[in-house]
């Protein structure tokens, strides 16, 4: 396993019980862009007992002035980046590029958005995944 698989578990693992904090990592550990971005900019907390947290907070006011600071991401990785920010229920953000995404993280956004909606069960249960 690799640094970033076993910090996806622990993220999945922190988040367990909230359907919208589990899709939004969902969503950045599968995109697989966001999460090794954020750990480089440190906005991932190691609270040194095992357990990190996303500073939503901080990666939120990020997405606000995209391209201008230290995190690095195409427009439409950014919009994955958004979308998840929003999934968490704490941040408001403009999600009007979505049609920006290419058909594989097109699918990866509706698979997030049905399980922050209903559960990871319910969104497996569409088959958004599936081509």
């Known amino acids: 396993m690799n640094d970033i698989t076993v910090l996806a578990a622990r993220l999945g693992e922190r988040a367990a019980g909230s359907w919208q904090e589990e899709a939004a ?3 950045l550990a599968t995109h697989g862009h966001w999460l090794p971005e954020l ?3 440190r906005l991932i907390i190691d609270d040194g007992n095992g357990s990190s947290r996303i500073a939503w907070r901080h990666v939120a006011s990020a997405c606000l002035s995209s ?3 230290p995190l690095i991401g ?3 990785e950014w919009q994955v980046l958004r ?4 999934l ?3 941040h408001v953000l403009s999600l009007a590029n979505l049609s920006s995404l290419d058909e594989p993280n097109r ?3 509706l698979h997030a958005m049905a399980w922050a ?3 990871r069960a319910w969104a497996d249960s569409l088959a958004l995944l599936t081509p």
């Open 67 to 69: 391209g201008d600071g």
């Open 74 to 76: 195409t427009v439409s």
């Open 107 to 109: 699918r990866l956004a």
């Open 88 to 90: 968490t229920g704490r």
């Open 117 to 119: 909606a209903g559960g």
């Open 83 to 86: 979308l998840a920010c929003v």
């Open 39 to 41: 750990q480089r900019t």
């Open 25 to 27: 990592v969902w969503l």
